[in-house]
């Protein structure tokens, strides 16, 4: 069984952003999955891409404790969890320009109009997470949320790092995904309309 110290980046006592080859000891491509919850996504991509290294970041202990089991009992060692609030996570210790991908899947959707600034897709979100990404590297969102999807759409496009690849809805895109969270199949079950965009850092 994989040691739990081997999943969890601990980022106390790290002055700087972390040194992806010394965290994962190679040179292999990182994507970060955000907000991973009960980490099917994040379990699935790293299981099928086992050339690439996975960062999930979560703020509930609750869901990042569970992360290492199903991790440890899936025995994938191309992955690894940060607790905590991913902005914040995102400025100090992911390198710019770093990132082979980005994952945002069913952010919690603050629909009351006075709580929208909680929201995680704000236009300094992802200022600071297309810094972070690689050129040619890919931001993706789902949400099943249509207000959320076009305010974040409104940053998405408003920002100068960023060209879109598509935006579209589960009506109009082939469905299920290559792989799937668990809000997702929740959702798309019950018969609800998805939306999804994708995004590019420019060259
Ligand atoms: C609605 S759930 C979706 C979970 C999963 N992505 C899915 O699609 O099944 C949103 C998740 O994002 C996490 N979250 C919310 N705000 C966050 C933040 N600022 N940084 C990291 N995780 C966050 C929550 O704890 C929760 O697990």
New binding site residues.
Partial sequence: MLDEAAIELNYHNHESAFDWQQVFGDAAPVEIE?????CG?LISMAADQPDKRFVG????RK?YRKGIRKIQRADLTNVKLLLG???HLLGRYIPENSLAGLHI????PWPKKRHAKRR?LSPEFVEVAAQRLLPAANFALATDMEAYMIDALIALRGNAQLEEIFATNSRECEMPRRYS????REFFSAGKTLYYATFRKKP
Avoid: M, Q, R, V
């Fill in positions: 955000i907000g991973f919850g009960k996504f970041i979560e703020t509930s869901y609030e991913a902005l899947n069913f952010p919690d995680l969270s668990e809000y997702e």
